[in-house]
């Protein structure tokens, strides 16, 4: 019996491989990951609270989850818009739009922001038309939010594009000759298949925004309490050696991304177990 | 190489796929293993391929143990359901893989190895097809050339995970003789799966007949057809008709009417009576077992195949020869000519 | 389901005319009213040209604005070429340590059957959902002058923060899941029989991965490998935190791009951000081809 305990596994090296891999998440994940929440329990729950209710902190954390979740439900709608032309109708020039989408997911975030800014600056091509309609964008919690918007795309259409495209032809055929209007098919019939999809990728775009750095601090102007997103306010306590006050809001927004991951992943088996897929 | 299977448990989860295996494999025999899907016939090919592991129970070949050895060792040949062959290889590179993989000590030059590739692309028939690759294939080409690749490592025995299952049903039949005749030159023990019986009785010498993990019966074709030892063979193998039956004080009952049926050594209790449709004689009211009424007949060539009430309120189908044409509403006898019984577990 | 903007099908059989009626009365029911069609479409189209493509249209023109002399002028300066080779060093360590994992882990998550597995692949996901500053961050709390090992390192005059092993370290837990990523799905879908297939041949564990496995995922590995480095080399956030932005020694080109547009240095920090925005459009191009070559594989596996 020995023998077929020591070989209960066909292929060969599942012990090696499981091992290695064990190992190197826990050295470059897990155990950093761990170090920050090690350090934040040597917080009193009292300076805790004192750091994370300090105004600016607040102010940091609202921004950056307010103007992510603005910049989500924008991407939510116009993704659905692209998702919706690219896969229901043929154009000159789709593929061409269709590999763009990917744009914000391969530009060096630094790269977007610098691009970013120069085209909505008061003398940008962008910026100045709507200066002169009285609309400041760069250096304001609106350049914030369009670079929130620009980075969350690709989330929102890459999730939902697949599930439309597989959704089966006959079961519009179906609510067409039942005798529904070409609306009452989209509000009732498609729009409920896409549910999970689109809330997926809501998510997904709210949380990358909240914690996007690179292309959103050139924009933002960065002034305390206004434009000030918390990723930068970490790597302001940094600079100034404040360790435990940028792990007091690293931790949090570590959590907020954990409960995101978990909703989504909650999520995909919901739709799995309900959507009336091919 | 003979191969012996002792008291064989394999569990998936809560499932059990094998529920104490026993077997024996004499040399050079071709043995089918036949069963319904789900009856742990695979699976015991493949614990016996060395590609899953029991949970207990012994494996050994030619009185060697074979667990003790992994599938890399054990020298069987494996042809799978779905033929695995390298997709990235060409037909030829696909049967000299297990040339080209020996230990350096013990590995041929490449000519030898080209002589010995070219050898058995001929044995299979396919040698113009040595460059293709494996999705440029027929279903019956692929099975062929994975039946090459395995025979290429010498094995001492051969496996078939469904040889035919994926086929269509003219290649199945030609490759069913075929695959008879090269074993009949190769002489390999060799297993074959399937869940087709009229494959496993054509083809193999012995068939091993399985449900639910366990053996229900080994014999020669003709025994499992002939003289099925439990109720599911005779349900699995054959067209039956089967009705339930109560045996009472040596008496056999369909409902509530005595039947003229031997019941010696027949337990008492439930029970289910099972009669091949062709072992129904058809006679004169009053002259067989079951009384019954004619509903409808169709003619299948030499037989008409009748449907008929009887006057228990079953209905069943019978065989019987032309000659003497039943009709809708004929009133008419019925008498098995041979009959099993088997008490319900 | 195509879109007809031009409505003349001109058709002559008889039968021909029947199904294209049979067609148009199928998309009738799948379709909306031209006009909507066009709304939709120039909604979308103008919102990707907005938000993306001019942004993409603005770095080159910023960089090309002095003319071209100025731009390669900006590229030749030393700074910048440090800059380039730090980069490309950088990528080459993170991206390689990440494709052996990668490999290794895959091997290990989709050939074998164990229980956890979908926590495991949540584990690997992990770097996607965290900001880069924090994954920065987590290394200064290790590896910083205050940090867990921060003393030890010290003492043993051992150099990881503000060096280049920090921000190969931050670039390496960014880009983690990038090629296990490609390969799991990959490899799960291929299952296990050809690798059965060869182990009962007579292969070796090598042997068969060498020779079975890695054919068949080589156009996985390549995709992996191709966003595990773009996403190497433009890595801003995380690197940000642990390179100390020391002039000609730990600026990788992002964090240069930062320098010099912060020093008002438009041209060169427009130039530098040009080459980080040809690497996405070939990385964005090479991607497209691969998965051309990935349904193109599937395809013929299906058959």
């Not at chain 2, 993989?101 to 010995?116: C, F, H, L």
């Not at chain 2, 039946?147 to 035919?164: G, K, M, N, Q, V």
Request: glycine share 8%; with cysteine; net charge neutral.
């Amino acid at each position: 019996m020995s023998a077929i305990a020591a070989r209960r596994r066909t292929l060969p090296g599942f012990g090696l491989t499981m091992g290695l891999t064990l190992s190197w998440l826990s050295i470059i994940i897990l155990i950093p990951l761990a170090g920050l929440f090690l350090k934040s329990l040597e917080l009193s729950p009292e300076q805790f609270w004192n750091i994370l209710s300090s105004r600016r902190t607040l102010n940091a954390l609202r921004v950056s989850f307010g103007l992510a979740f603005a910049a989500a439900c924008v991407n939510l709608v116009m993704g659905s818009i692209i998702v919706w032309a690219l896969v229901r109708y043929r154009f000159p020039g789709r593929r061409l739009f269709d590999a763009i989408v990917d744009v914000p997911f391969a530009l060096p975030t630094a790269v977007a922001g610098v691009a970013l800014t120069a085209l909505f600056a008061e003398k940008g091509w962008l910026g100045a038309p709507l200066a002169a309609a009285g609309i400041k964008v760069a250096f304001t919690p609106v350049g914030i939010f369009v670079a929130m918007i620009f980075i969350g795309i690709p989330f929102v259409v890459r999730t939902v594009q697949p599930v439309l495209q597989d959704l089966d032809p006959e079961i519009e055929e179906a609510a067409g000759s039942l005798g529904a209007s070409r609306w009452q098919t989209i509000i009732r019939v498609i729009l409920p298949s896409l549910g999970p999809a689109l809330l997926t990728g809501l998510a997904l775009a709210f949380a990358r925004a909240v914690g996007e750095y690179g292309s959103v601090i050139f924009i933002a102007g960065n002034l305390p309490n206004v434009s000030e997103i918390a990723p930068l306010l970490i790597v302001i306590r940094l600079s100034e050696f404040r360790y435990a006050d940028a792990t007091a809001i690293a931790v949090v927004m570590l959590v907020v991304s954990f409960v995101i991951i978990f909703a989504v992943n909650r999520l995909q088996r919901w739709a799995q177990s309900r959507i009336p897929v091919r | 190489m003979s191969i012996e299977v002792r008291n064989l448990v394999k569990k998936f989860g809560s499932f059990k796929a094998l529920d104490g295996v026993d077997l024996k494999v004499n040399d050079g025999e071709l043995l089918a293993l036949l069963g319904p899907s789900g009856s742990g016939k695979t699976t015991l090919l493949r614990i016996i391929a060395g590609l899953d592991w029991p949970d207990s129970g012994e494996v050994s070949f030619n009185g060697e143990d074979a667990l003790a050895q992994g599938a890399r060792e054990r020298h069987v040949g494996f042809v799978f359901q779905h033929y695995a062959l390298f997709r990235h290889m060409t037909v030829f590179e696909n049967v000299a893989f297990g040339l080209r993989v020996q230990p350096r000590a013990i590995r041929k030059d490449e000519v030898t190895i080209r002589a010995r590739v070219k050898e058995l692309l001929d044995l299979v028939q396919l040698d113009w097809l040595a460059d293709r690759y494996p999705s440029q294939l027929s279903g019956g080409q692929r099975q062929r050339i994975a039946l090459a690749r395995a025979l290429a490592i010498e094995p001492r025995i051969l496996l078939l995970d469904e040889p035919f299952g994926a086929l269509d049903a003219k290649v199945r039949k030609e490759l069913r003789k075929w695959l008879r005749s090269l074993h009949h030159e190769i002489n390999v023990t060799s297993i074959f799966v399937t869940h087709d019986q009229e494959e496993a009785l054509e083809v193999a010498n012995r068939v091993v007949v399985m449900d639910k993990g366990k053996i229900e019966q080994i014999g020669s074709p003709d025994d499992v057809y002939e003289s099925p030892a439990t109720a599911f063979v005779h349900s699995f193998i054959g067209e039956s008709i089967e009705l339930p039956v109560l045996i009472a004080d040596g008496v056999v009952r369909l409902g509530d009417r005595p039947l003229r049926l031997a019941a010696d050594g027949l337990a008492p209790g439930a029970s289910r009576l099972f009669v091949r449709r062709h072992d129904m004689l058809v006679g004169p009211p009053g002259s067989g077992a079951f009384e019954g009424a004619v509903q409808h007949v169709r003619n299948f060539g030499p037989v008409q195949r009748a449907e008929v009430a009887l006057s228990g309120g079953q209905t069943i189908e019978i065989d019987a020869p032309r000659g003497r044409e039943l009709r809708a509403g004929d009133t008419i006898s019925l008498e098995p000519r041979r009959y099993r019984i088997f008490a319900d577990a | 389901m195509t879109m007809q903007i031009a409505d003349s099908v001109s058709l002559s059989a008889p039968d021909a005319k029947a199904r294209a009626h049979a067609a148009a009365a199928r998309n009738n029911l799948r379709t909306e009213p031209r006009a909507v069609r066009i709304v939709i479409i120039a909604l979308a189209m103008t919102f990707l040209s907005v938000f993306v493509v001019l942004p993409l249209v603005v770095v080159f023109a910023q960089a090309f604005s002095k003319g071209i002399l100025a731009y390669f002028a900006a590229l030749a300066d030393p700074e910048a070429l440090s800059a380039i080779k730090l980069t490309l060093l950088v990528a080459a360590i993170s991206v390689g340590l990440n494709l052996v994992f990668g490999l290794v882990a895959a091997w290990a998550i989709a050939k074998f059957e164990f229980s956890g597995k979908t926590f495991l692949i949540t584990l690997i996901d992990l770097p996607f959902s965290v900001s880069p500053v924090i994954s920065g961050l987590v290394f200064v709390l290790l590896f910083g002058a205050q940090g867990y090992f921060g003393g030890w390192l010290r003492d043993h005059d051992i150099q990881i923060l503000f060096a280049v092993p920090g921000i190969a370290l931050a670039t390496t837990f960014v880009t983690f899941p990038f090629v296990a990523r490609a390969l799991i799905p990959l490899m799960q879908e291929q299952g296990t029989q050809e690798e059965e297939a060869a182990i009962s041949l007579g292969a070796s564990g090598l042997q068969t991965f060498f020779r079975v496995t890695l054919p068949n995922i080589k156009w996985g590995v390549l995709y992996g490998v191709l966003l595990c480095n773009a996403r190497a080399m433009g890595e801003f956030g995380a690197v940000s935190v642990v390179s100390g932005h020391i002039r000609g020694e730990t600026n990788t080109m992002p964090l240069l791009v930062e320098i010099l547009y912060n020093e008002y240095q438009f041209v060169a920090a427009f130039a530098i951000a040009s080459l980080l925005a040809m690497l996405a459009l070939i990385t964005l191009i090479a991607k497209t081809v691969l998965e051309n070559h990935l349904d193109e594989g599937q395809d013929a596996s299906e058959h």
